[in-house]
């Protein structure tokens, strides 16, 4: 009744269409390898299913159903298929490995230094095969050549693989490869890192090969502040290295190596940039 703080509703002819929600079953579109190497227990990452790389997801493995079917112990938003919306559809990506290195936690002055591998000046035909690792909390913000994976000063690594590696929570970079060649990465997964993701350092490295790698959740380092961070970034073959304080997921300063990366709205910031440069004030 008007004047009386209430008011009657007339509501006809309505029909409500149930579309969406949240999951907790996916099933991939490509089967092969998952029912032998996926399992309970192990965590998997879904990429943004919106334009925002804030939006992945990470989640439990349940079970493994017998079509297939990864059973999550708890559900996620929807994802976006590639039928669906092929400029927001979902990766899906195994994160845990058997083999696992985790940063010891124990450097009270220095918080962001974690740990760090390094292959250093070790050219071919001596081969190095890095297979299947999963590492926590690596690099070391604010110290050179401190990364994840890197490649430093090897020349020719002809034979030598850094395969379905996944590279998680890093305080600086992901995998750098410094003065090495002809160096074959595939497969490998970048979740959670500070920094640029994959980055070739000189502008003279020639070579190497990136193929299905993936870069999500990339973001600015710490101590500097906020940069954008587009997923590819290219410098032009010559220039010197600049200090960089921004969070690329590839940083690329020369022309020639092949890329095959996916999922390139997976950072703070556009998915490409050709040119960024900061030059030191001191």
């Known amino acids: 009744m008007a004047g009386d703080g209430s008011s009657d509703v007339d509501i006809a002819n309505i029909k409500l269409d149930y579309r969406g929600g949240r999951a907790n079953r996916i099933t991939p579109e490509n089967l092969a390898g998952i029912s032998d190497c996926w399992e309970s227990g192990a965590e998997v990452l879904v990429t943004s299913h919106t334009t925002q790389y804030i939006d ?36 899906i990506a195994l994160l845990t490995r058997n083999i696992r290195f985790t940063a010891a ?39 050179l050549g401190r990364y994840p994976f890197h490649f430093h000063m090897c020349g020719s690594v ?39 993701g994959f980055m070739l350092e000189d502008g003279a490295e020639t070579g190497n090969t990136f193929i299905h790698n993936l870069g999500a959740v990339v973001m600015a380092w710490t101590f500097a502040s906020p940069m954008p961070s587009p997923i590819m970034h290219l410098q032009p073959f010559g220039l010197p290295i600049p200090k960089t304080h921004g969070s690329e997921t590839l940083l690329r300063e020369h022309p020639i190596p092949a890329f095959g990366l996916r999922s390139a ?9 050709a040119i960024k440069i900061w030059y030191p004030t001191s």
């Open 265 to 273: 709205h997976e950072c703070e910031g556009p998915a490409f940039t």
């Open 105 to 143: 936690e124990d450097d009270v002055e220095n918080p962001l230094h974690g740990g760090h591998l390094i292959v250093m000046h070790t050219p071919a035909p001596t081969m190095q095969r890095l297979v299947g690792i999963e590492s926590h909390g690596f690099g070391q913000q604010g110290k």
């Open 56 to 91: 992945s997801q990470v989640a439990t493995i349940a079970s493994i159903a017998d079509n297939g079917d990864i059973v999550l112990d708890s559900p996620i938003h929807k994802p976006i298929s590639i039928a669906e919306d092929a400029q927001t559809a979902v990766e």
């Open 158 to 196: 002809a034979g030598s693989i850094l395969s379905k590696n996944s590279v998680r929570n890093t305080k600086q970079r992901g995998i750098v490869v410094h003065g090495s060649n002809d160096l074959y990465l595939e497969g490998n997964i970048l979740h959670n890192t500070r920094g640029h």
